[in-house]
Every structure is written in structure tokens, then in C-alpha cells.
């Protein structure tokens, strides 16, 4: 079922429980109170009619989207792989150290200036309520040790997969694909189903310089070094066919390499880089099945949320941010569930501004 008439189910109960709370704060004296029940009794009614128009608006933009989407990806399918020439040359470019980076963050920056904007209108319809399915497109990547062995196994990163695709279907109606051509999305299906088309396991072996990179201080110098070069080399090459819209910016993939330890924590995204770093597991289900969500999170503007407002959202963690929301006492005391996580409303409509996350 759309997710736009899901939600219809839903809101139009939250207007019921409105007018249910609005006939209990009712003064009890007359006419007061034939007032009051005459007010409660209107606003549920616009409550209801508003709810429906803006679905109706809803289903009406996902028809429209599921046909030019499917003219789009018929097109990018045959051409992408052209545009894409172009943008690798440049993606070499931002693979020399230093100067590569400084170029890579200046464009990143200045798309995800853009495109924030473009989509404030977008921003604005979803705070009244219309919003329809946005798509975000990743690329994951297992990278093999020193011996050749994958750091992880196909079934964790595809549970990490699925996961993200659930919530983030759920919560924010944007629909996770993997990248690639033929990839027709609509928003009158419910989340996709990961399969093995999604894990790219690399060809090459690989050594500490990416396989074990902190998420501190001295893994951001690594971005600015080798580290930087091998993660675009292996971005560029393994998932080329997002070579021109990375570089665009539009609907630019999140790639997720799973490597064999992010010192300390269990993943990581820098939000200015395009790509995110995951810990490998061999064992299910992983230790944080939330993670490769949370950190696809953070490559759309998400930053940590306090554990102690909610233990279950797919951003919290036990510091929270810094002066803007910290843990008190800090660390907090609270662990986060993350095994079934979950995005507030402020959360959704900062993802569906994010560049990665696009209609087309
Ligand atoms: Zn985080």
C-alpha cells in the first residue's frame, strides 16, 4: 500500500484523539460549553478534510513521479554510464591527496548548498503534510584483508540493508535503492527487498590504510591523505555508474564501505564525504543492526540525539551533541536500542532535504 495512504489511516485517528482531548478541556457551564463542543466538532472536520487533500496531493505527485521516474532511469540507464565518464576524470582529480580533498569538500559543500534549497519547497509541502517518496541511492562495499578473506559477511551487510531500507521507507517515505541502472522506483510499493545485487564484495585486497580507520581527528586526516585517495578510488571504480551524479551532487549515492574496524566505534560518515565506514561482523544478527543507517544518517544531516529523549531513535547515542542537546548526566546512564530505531519528524524533513535524496 502507499505509504501516502498509510499515513492517511494514521493521521486521520490523530485527529480523532484531537477532538477526544478537545471535548475533555471543554468548560462545563452554558454556553460556554455548547461553544466549546461546537468549535471541537469543526476543527475535526478540517482536521479530516485537510488530511485527505493532502493525500490526495500525495498519491497524485507519486503517480506523476512513478511515470517520469521510469522514463528517467530508462534514459540514465543506457547514458549514465557516458555522464559518468566525465565525472570520473574529475573524481581523479579528487583523489590526489590534499589538494583532491579540498576540491572534493568545496563541491560537496557547495551541492549540498544548492540542493538544500532547492528542496525547501519540498520542505515546506512536508510540513503540511505531503510527502511523497524521495529516493536514496547506496552502494555498499566489502573490502577483503591482506589474505584476501571479505571483512564481513554478504548476510550482515544485507541485514544492515534491510533495515535502513524498512525505516527509512517507514518513517520518512524515502525509499533506499542499490545503485545501478534499471532501477525503477514507485511510491505505490512498500520498501524494497535487499537481495545479494545490493553487497559488492571488492576484488582487490586491501590494508590498515582503510581497513582500520578511526572516527576521530587522525581518521579525518586519513580522508585528507591516503585514506582519502583509496576510499574515492574504490567509490569511483567499484561503483562507477554514480560517478556524475556524485560529482553533481543530485541524487548523489552514499557508498558504504564495511571495513574491518572503525577503532573504537562501529561506524563512521564525516557528512561533507559521500561515503560512510561500516565495522564487519561475521555473526548474525549484527551488534547494531541500526548502524549502516545511522551513519547513511549522517550523510544526510543527521546529527546524535541525546539517548535519554529517545533511547529507540536511529540517532541517539549516550553523549549526544555537544552544548546543542548532551547526555546529563553525561555519559548518560541509558544505552540506545539499536535494534529497532526510528526517526522523528524533525529528522525526516531534514533527510528529505539532503542532496542524496532526490525524486528522480
Ligand atoms: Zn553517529
Not at 172 to 189: D, E, M, Q, T, W
Not at 243 to 268: E, H, N
Request: hydrophobic share 45%; proline share 5%; charged share 15%.
Amino acid at each position: 500500500m502507499p505509504t501516502c495512504i498509510e499515513w492517511l489511516e494514521e493521521r486521520i485517528q490523530e485527529c480523532a484523539r484531537t477532538e477526544d482531548q478537545g471535548y475533555r478541556d471543554c468548560c462545563d457551564w452554558w454556553p460556554c460549553n455548547w461553544a466549546c463542543s461546537a468549535w471541537v466538532w469543526v476543527t475535526n472536520i478540517v482536521c479530516v478534510a485537510w488530511t485527505w487533500v493532502t493525500t490526495v496531493v500525495c498519491v497524485a505527485w507519486d503517480f506523476v513521479t512513478t511515470i517520469v521516474n521510469a522514463v528517467l532511469v530508462t534514459v540514465e540507464s543506457i547514458l549514465g554510464w557516458v555522464f559518468s565518464v566525465l565525472g570520473f576524470i574529475i573524481e581523479l582529480i579528487e583523489m590526489i591527496p590534499v589538494i583532491g580533498t579540498l576540491i572534493r569538500w568545496i563541491i560537496n559543500f557547495i551541492t549540498f548548498l544548492i540542493f538544500t534549497v532547492l528542496s525547501l519547497f519540498d520542505a515546506l509541502l512536508g510540513l503540511l503534510g505531503i510527502r511523497p517518496e524521495k529516493i536514496l541511492r547506496v552502494c555498499t562495499v566489502i573490502l577483503r584483508d591482506e589474505d584476501g578473506n571479505p571483512v564481513a559477511t554478504r548476510a550482515f551487510a544485507k541485514a544492515m540493508l534491510q533495515l535502513a531500507a524498512d525505516i527509512y521507507k517507514r518513517d520518512a517515505n524515502v525509499r533506499i535503492v542499490p545503485l545501478g541502472p534499471f532501477k525503477y522506483s514507485s511510491g505505490f510499493f512498500g520498501a524494497d527487498t535487499v537481495d545479494d545485487n545490493w553487497v559488492i564484495i571488492d576484488g582487490a585486497n586491501s590494508d590498515n590504510t582503510i581497513l582500520e580507520v578511526p572516527c576521530n581527528a587522525s581518521g579525518t586526516a586519513a580522508e585528507w591523505w591516503l585514506g582519502g585517495t583509496l576510499f574515492q578510488w574504490k567509490a569511483s571504480t567499484l561503483c562507477y555508474y554514480g560517478a556524475w551524479r556524485r560529482v553533481l551532487g543530485y541524487g548523489a549515492p552514499v557508498t558504504c564501505f564495511i571495513i574491518r574496524d572503525v577503532t573504537g566505534s562501529l561506524g563512521c560518515a564525516l557528512w561533507i564525504t559521500d561515503y560512510a565506514t561500516i565495522k564487519g561482523e561475521f555473526t548474525l544478527p549484527p551488534t547494531s543492526p541500526r548502524t549502516l543507517g545511522h551513519e547513511v544518517g549522517h550523510a544526510s544531516n543527521l546529527w546524535h540525539l541525546c539517548v535519554d529523549l529517545d533511547n529507540r531513535n536511529l540517532m541517539a547515542t549516550q553523549k549526544g551533541i555537544p552544548v546543542i542537546s548532551a547526555c546529563d548526566p553525561t555519559p548518560s546512564v541509558t544505552l540506545p536500542d539499536r535494534s529497532n530505531p526510528r526517526m522523528d519528524n524533525a529528522q525526516v524533513l531534514l533527510v528529505r532535504a539532503s542532496k542524496h535524496v532526490t525524486y528522480f
